[in-house]
């Protein structure tokens, strides 16, 4: 699985001492809009055509990308 920004941030302060106790909320949010940021972004870059034609399939599949790429299970 790949790293995500936030998962990146997470790791390098806690590699620094710093406690994240008291973002956790923050961290999150945070993952929750990179989450959103991934599937737009594979949805905006389809046709027209194909956002039409297919629009809750592509959002299944954007949904997919997102989880297999960067959530591990």
Same mark, same amino acid.
């Given at each position: 699985? #790949? *790293?995500?920004?936030?998962?990146? %941030?997470?790791?390098?302060l806690? $590699? /620094?001492? &710093?406690? @994240?106790? %008291?973002?956790?909320?923050? &961290? $999150? *949010?945070?993952?929750?809009?990179?989450?959103?940021?991934?599937? @737009? =972004?594979? &949805?905006?870059?389809? =046709?027209?055509? $194909? #956002?039409?034609?297919?629009?809750?399939? /592509? *959002? #299944? @599949?954007? /949904?997919?990308?997102y989880?297999?790429?960067?959530? =591990?299970?």
């Amino acid at each position: 699985m #790949k *790293q995500t920004v936030v998962e990146w %941030l997470v790791e390098e302060l806690e $590699d /620094n001492g &710093i406690n @994240l106790d %008291l973002a956790s909320e923050l &961290i $999150d *949010q945070a993952n929750k809009m990179f989450e959103e940021q991934v599937t @737009l =972004s594979n &949805i905006n870059g389809q =046709s027209e055509f $194909d #956002k039409g034609a297919y629009g809750e399939h /592509n *959002q #299944k @599949l954007a /949904n997919e990308y997102y989880k297999e790429t960067f959530k =591990s299970e």
